[in-house]
C-alpha cells in the first residue's frame, strides 16, 4: 500500500494576515518542522503545493471575485465598492502581500489532492479546509473554499460519492452552500452552537445529505467519541462514499481563543483514525485553529495518526526547539505557555460526562 501523501508549501512560513489578526500565527510551517524534526516527513512522501490558475477556481468560485482578489492583491489596496461586493479589506478578510497567492496555493494542492487520489490512497493537506469562502465572497478568513474545489476534483477524477466530515469549531457554511441539495455529497459537521457563522442549526436536512451538530460549549471528549460513534461513522458507513474528506480544524481544542469547546487533541485523532479506511480515497484537510502550539500539535499529530507513528511521551530535543521557537504575541496564553506545550505532542484526554441533552441530540440524529 503506498505511503500517505503530505501536501505543503512554503509560502506559509513568512506569510501573516496581519500582526493583530487570529493568522498571524504559524501553522503549517510548524506542521511541516515538527513532522520533519520527527523523522515524519521524508522528501520522498512531501509534494510541494501548486498554485492554482485562475480560471480553475471559477469551478466554484465567480470570474468577477476571482480578478478582484487578484486585482486587490496586485494593488493593495480596495475600493468600497469591492469591499461591499466581495468582503475584501474587511477585519477579517484584510489586504495583506500574498492574499491572493497565500489562498490561490491552498486551492492548488486541494486540486491537486482529488488527481493525486484517483486511483486511491491519503493524502493529508494542512493548508486547506478554508471552508467559509462563498461563490463571490470572502468570510471568515476564507479568500477561496477549497474544500469545495477538493470535492469537485476528486469527482472529477473518479469519486462519485464524497462524505465530507467537518469538526472545526465553526459551521461549514460555504461547503453547505455548494452541496446541500446533491445527493451524491453527504456532508456532516460537528460544530460549536452559536459561533459564527451561527449558521448549521442541528438537523437532517436536503433528503439527507446534510448533517448538522450543533455542540454545547465545553464540549468534551467523551461527548465527542459518543457524536463520531453514533453519528458520524454511521452516517459515512450507510453513505459507502468513493472518497472521504474530513476537514481537521483544530480550533475545538480547549487551549484555542476563538472558540468555548474543551477537546483534547486526542479528540481529533481518533476521528481521523475512525474514518480511515472507510473509502478508498482519505484527504485531510487542516483549518482553524490560533493557538500556534496548539495547532502545531494537533495537526502533526493528525499525520502520526495517518501513518500510524507512536506518538512519544516526550519529544526530541530538535522537535522541542520547534515548539520553544513559536510566538504568541498579543494573547494571555502566549505569556507563560505550560511545559508541555514544548515536550509533547499528546495532550492529556479531556474526559468528562456526557450532558443528557447532548445524549439525546445525538440519537434523534
Known amino acids: 500500500m503506498r505511503r500517505p501523501l503530505f501536501i505543503g508549501s512554503e509560502i506559509y512560513r513568512g506569510s501573516t494576515y496581519g500582526t493583530w489578526h ?22 520522498e512522501i512531501y509534494v510541494p503545493s501548486p498554485r492554482v490558475k485562475p480560471g480553475a477556481l471559477t469551478h466554484w468560485h465567480t470570474p468577477e471575485y476571482v480578478a478582484a482578489l487578484h486585482a486587490v492583491e496586485a494593488a493593495q489596496a480596495v475600493s468600497e465598492d469591492v469591499r461591499a461586493r466581495h468582503a475584501l479589506g474587511t477585519p477579517s478578510n484584510p489586504v495583506f502581500p500574498e492574499m491572493y497567492r497565500r489562498p490561490a496555493t491552498a486551492a492548488g494542492g486541494s486540486l491537486l489532492a482529488g488527481e493525486l487520489l484517483a486511483d486511491g490512497g491519503v493524502v493529508y493537506h494542512p493548508a ?3 471552508h467559509h469562502g462563498m461563490p463571490d465572497r470572502a468570510g471568515g478568513f476564507c479568500y477561496l473554499n477549497d474544500p469545495v474545489l477538493a470535492i469537485l476534483s476528486l469527482r472529477r477524477n473518479g469519486a462519485r460519492r464524497v462524505a465530507y466530515v467537518d469538526i472545526d469549531a465553526h459551521h461549514p457554511d460555504g461547503v453547505e452552500v455548494a452541496f446541500s441539495e446533491d445527493t451524491d455529497v453527504l456532508m456532516i459537521s460537528v460544530h460549536e452552537d452559536g459561533l459564527w457563522p451561527r449558521t448549521g442549526a442541528t438537523g437532517v436536512r436536503a433528503a439527507g445529505s446534510t ?6 460549549r465545553g464540549l468534551n471528549d467523551d461527548e465527542m467519541a459518543l457524536i463520531r460513534d453514533q453519528v458520524i461513522l454511521p452516517w459515512v458507513e450507510s453513505f459507502a462514499p468513493d472518497a472521504v474528506v474530513l476537514q481537521c480544524g483544530a480550533d475545538g481544542v480547549e487551549e484555542d481563543p476563538q472558540a468555548h469547546l474543551s477537546l483534547s487533541n486526542q479528540a481529533h485523532w481518533g476521528v481521523v483514525r475512525a474514518l480511515m479506511g472507510l473509502a478508498p480515497r482519505l484527504l485531510v484537510l487542516g483549518g482553524g485553529g490560533y493557538n500556534p502550539w496548539s495547532v502545531g500539535r494537533l495537526w502533526t499529530g493528525v499525520w502520526g495518526a495517518l501513518n500510524g507513528f507512536k506518538v512519544p511521551d516526550r519529544l526530541g530535543s ?6 520553544r521557537a513559536l510566538r504568541f504575541d498579543g494573547n494571555r496564553r502566549g505569556r507563560n505557555p505550560p511545559e508541555h506545550w514544548f515536550t509533547t505532542l499528546a495532550d492529556a484526554p479531556r474526559c468528562g460526562p456526557i450532558r443528557p441533552a447532548l445524549r439525546a441530540m445525538v440519537h434523534a440524529l
Not at 500565527?25 to 522528501?43: E, K, N, Q, Y
Not at 448533517?211 to 454545547?216: D, H, K, L
Open 22 to 43: 487570529p493568522l498571524r500565527v504559524p501553522r503549517v510551517s510548524t506542521v511541516m518542522d515538527l513532522s520533519r524534526a520527527m523523522g515524519w516527513l521524508p522528501p
Open 128 to 130: 486547506g479546509g478554508t
Open 211 to 216: 448533517v448538522n451538530v450543533a455542540v454545547p
Open 318 to 323: 530538535e522537535a522541542e526547539e520547534v515548539l
